[in-house]
């Protein structure tokens, strides 16, 4: 049988190999982001780290700008495993909207999301638009996910919404309260304030949003 119309081996492995070069470059180079900041992250010791060349990484992410921007995407993608609404429970509409609050708090009070997020902050001061690449990768992502979760939810009667992307900003909103903020300066809210919080926010929000 002829096989003069394969494509070349070289060609068929490129793309696995491709992948795996990407990934520890955007590996090694959340590391040194997370760690140093932004000003602080070369390029030229991503590349070492990474085992590749700076041409290898300008290839592929254009610029140091472009690294960033993937690198935040993949500890946002990395930390969002832990807050996923694709895990939620079943059971009434205010039970699982009470297990997301639950899962988004957990979330949001993880000791490296605090400091990746004050890291960020810091980072943003000095140039706004690293704080625009982390709402893309990262926030703003998460609320287009909730937003078109009510909206099923709407659609099969268990809500009232009209503006989607408005109910998940006040949801999100309620719970998180000003427990975040005191999170942010080094406070750590009681599991009693957060508890009462959280089914404050479920019961407010059905009040607006729910099916009488």
């Known amino acids: 049988m002829s096989i003069a119309n394969d494509p070349p081996a070289q060609k068929r492995i490129g793309r696995p190999a491709d992948a795996a070069k990407r990934a520890g470059i955007v590996e090694a180079a959340s590391k040194s982001f997370f760690e140093d ?33 993937a690198a935040v995407e993949r500890e946002c993608e990395r930390m969002g495993g832990y807050f996923s609404l694709e895990k939620t429970p079943p059971g009434t509409i ?18 490296e999301m ?12 000095q140039d706004p638009a690293i704080g625009e690449a982390f709402l893309e990768a990262g926030p703003w992502r998460m609320k287009a996910d909730f ?5 099923r939810a709407a659609a099969h009667g268990e809500l009232r919404i009209a503006d989607p992307d408005l109910a998940a900003e ?43």
């Open 147 to 151: 937003s078109a979760w009510l909206a």
């Open 94 to 111: 205010a039970q699982r909207l009470a297990a997301i609050a639950q899962a988004m708090v957990e979330f949001l009070s993880r000791p």
């Open 170 to 212: 006040q949801f999100v909103a309620l719970a998180k309260g000003m427990g975040d903020l005191e999170r942010r300066f080094g406070a750590q809210p009681s599991a009693e304030d957060n508890e009462r919080r959280l089914k404050g926010a479920v019961e407010l929000f059905l009040a607006s949003y729910g099916v009488d």
């Open 114 to 125: 605090i400091q990746f997020d004050r890291r960020i902050a810091a980072e943003t001061a």
């Open 37 to 69: 900041g932004f000003a602080g992250t070369s390029i030229e010791q991503v590349a070492a780290d990474a085992g590749v060349s700076k041409v290898t990484i300008y290839n592929h992410f254009g610029d140091k700008r472009g690294l960033f921007a």
